[in-house]
T-cell receptor
């Protein structure tokens, strides 16, 4: 009964490939996010969606395309993977848009993406 | 722009001592300040939070203080234990998002 679940947990692939990461939350939250955490542990927001609508696209290359089929799911597709894409990608959710509800985010366990 | 500065980046303390991590935010409209603990290979987990109408909040060995005038907030951990070793992130609400600090790696030496 994991609150925010993302798959896969590990993803090892060649440069130039296309891959997807899936995220689902069962908390009934209306906002979902993707973060990238690099080797220095910085948590950088990439995208946020509120009720399936894109709210934030934080200057992410257009090789990254998020999709939210409903408010409980937020997937991330990455085209033409590059070495610099190697990182841990975290999905998160919250009730309220970007902290507007004064509620915390809940994070998934992360997807460790390694580009060979 | 919206920014949260966090210090120190690394902190080593002896078991039983206290640890203090400080953050400064730039957006005067920020009104919610969560703290997350991230153990190695795990997800960030909320450990305590504070809202702007409160100056201090305590939960067992963990406390957070907020000075809205100075735009400072701090995490205090007393009687540190080896299991407190982790990376800690502060955050503040911004425009449609949470803005995270750069993290503090806390090592508690036994």
């Amino acid at each position: 009964d994991t609150a925010v679940s993302q798959t896969p947990k590990y993803l090892v692939t060649q440069m130039g490939n296309d891959k997807s990461i899936k995220c689902e939350q069962n908390l009934g939250h209306d906002t979902m996010y993707w973060y990238k955490q690099d080797s220095k542990k910085f948590l950088k927001i990439m995208f946020s969606y509120n009720n399936k609508e894109l709210i934030i696209n934080e200057t992410v290359p257009n090789r990254f395309s998020p999709k939210s089929p409903d408010k409980a799911h937020l997937n991330l597709h990455i085209n033409s993977l590059e070495l610099g894409d190697s990182a841990v990608y975290f999905c998160a959710s919250s009730q309220g848009l970007g902290g507007a509800g004064n509620q915390p985010q809940h994070f998934g366990d992360g997807t460790r993406l390694s580009i060979l | 722009g919206e920014n949260v500065e966090q210090h120190p980046s690394t902190l080593s303390v002896q078991e039983g001592d206290s640890a203090v991590i400080k953050c400064t935010y730039s957006d005067s409209a920020s009104n919610y300040f969560p703290w997350y603990k991230q153990e190695l290979g795990k997800r960030p987990q909320l450990i305590i939070d504070i809202r702007s109408n409160v100056g201090e909040k305590k939960d067992q060995r963990i406390a957070v203080t907020l000075n809205k005038t100075a735009k400072h907030f701090s995490l205090h951990i007393t009687e540190t234990q080896p299991e407190d070793s982790a990376v800690y992130f502060c955050a503040a609400t911004g425009t449609y998002k949470y803005i995270f600090g750069t993290g503090t790696r806390l090592k508690v030496l036994a």
